[in-house]
């Protein structure tokens, strides 16, 4: 991936990020220096664990972080600075322009309010729509993503809705104003898997109807596997590795994309093949480790102490746009994810 820039097909450019939160017990870097873009009708997967700053960073795009202190950075939306605006203006791009689809819809959704008037709300707040005419187009997007006899379903309650369905009136809420950029935050997590393919189906398919693009936000570099065309893939509060998403599938050259891949479940692997996770936890982020963050779970850290001493920065890997924060870059040049597999199988 290029540095980040504002040529025409970028929508969102954010550019050093630290996005810090400041407890009793100390500062939480949760965002730590992340630089990406978002281009016009693209599908772009942010992946990592819990922890590693993937949602911070979307939710503070968003403005939805209150107490985050951003301790650098800009986070341009078609050139124009998100964290420089005032709160009326930011609110007025959020849900007309750049919009969010939660991971847990029954939080999300308003229990006393019928699902028709949720997804209406957002045509009367950006577009002044009349009550008639928002529900009119809450029908319309319940119609959209696949829910039938919308007419019905929009004078019903969210808890009437089952986990599929109300993840799609997640959906439909979001697109009611066409916007150009759909966040997704764990879209699919709290899914059945079934479910969860339904749901991703329906997101694709969306994004080809309104012309957007979508920044996908998931731990599970599975679900991004024929979905995403980029990826970014981060560690405690960084991006480690950052690329296409053949690039990163097929020839990954950062250790930690090497364990999320080699602990997928294989397609044609035996039924009974036993995962290999990536040994460890990932690190606190009050107390982040010296150099590279992932050298305690590492199994290529080199023998000099640099991965110890020093943090490493983005460089080029395969190609212009592929670029990996790792200093045994060159080292990993024929490492495949069925080695790594391999070699954590024997531990
Ligand atoms: Fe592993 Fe060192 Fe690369 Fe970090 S810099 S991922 S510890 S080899």
């Known amino acids: 991936m290029s540095e980040p820039t504002t040529g025409p097909e970028t929508l969102l450019s954010v550019r050093d990020l630290r996005a810090y939160f400041d407890t009793d017990d100390g500062v939480v870097r949760a965002v730590d220096g992340v630089s990406f873009e978002v281009r016009r009708g693209e599908v772009f997967a942010v992946v990592g664990e819990s922890g590693s700053g993937k949602s911070v960073t979307a939710t503070t795009v968003m403005g939805l972080q209150p107490t985050v202190r951003i301790a650098s950075g800009e986070v341009l939306w078609k050139g124009r600075d998100l964290l420089q605006l005032p709160e009326s203006e930011h609110g007025r791009i959020r849900g007309k322009e750049i919009a969010m689809i939660f991971q847990d819809p029954l939080t999300a959704l308003n229990p006393v309010h019928t699902v028709g008037r949720q997804i209406g709300e957002m045509a009367r707040i ?11 187009r809450a029908v319309e997007m319940l119609d959209l993503v696949g829910i039938p006899e919308a007419a019905k379903r929009a004078r019903m309650y969210p808890h009437e809705f089952s986990g599929g369905m109300r993840q799609r009136a997640m959906i ?9 950029l759909l966040i997704a935050d764990e879209p699919t997590t709290a899914l059945d898997v079934t479910v969860q393919a339904q749901v991703l189906d329906v997101l694709m398919r969306i994004k080809d109807e309104i012309d957007s693009a979508i920044m996908l936000i998931t731990h599970d570099l599975g679900v991004v596997a024929g979905l995403a065309d980029r990826v970014m893939v981060m560690y405690a509060g960084r991006a480690v590795e950052t690329g296409t998403a053949p690039q990163l599938f097929s020839d990954s050259r950062h250790p930690y994309t090497l364990g999320l891949l080699a602990g997928l479940p294989r397609l044609e692997g035996p039924r009974d093949e036993p995962l290999v996770p990536i040994p460890g936890m990932p690190p606190s982020l009050i107390n982040v480790p010296p150099g590279c963050a992932f050298h305690p779970r590492c199994s290529f850290e080199r023998a000099d102490g640099l991965c110890r001493r020093s943090t490493p920065e983005l460089r080029q890997a395969t190609a212009a746009d592929h670029r990996s924060a790792c200093h045994q870059l060159e080292a990993l040049d024929g490492v495949t994810v069925e080695s790594v597999r391999r070699a954590g199988a024997g531990r």
């Open 126 to 136: 950006h577009e002044g729509a009349s009550r008639k005419e928002a529900m009119r």
């Open 172 to 180: 439909a809420m979001a697109i009611t104003c066409r916007p150009e």
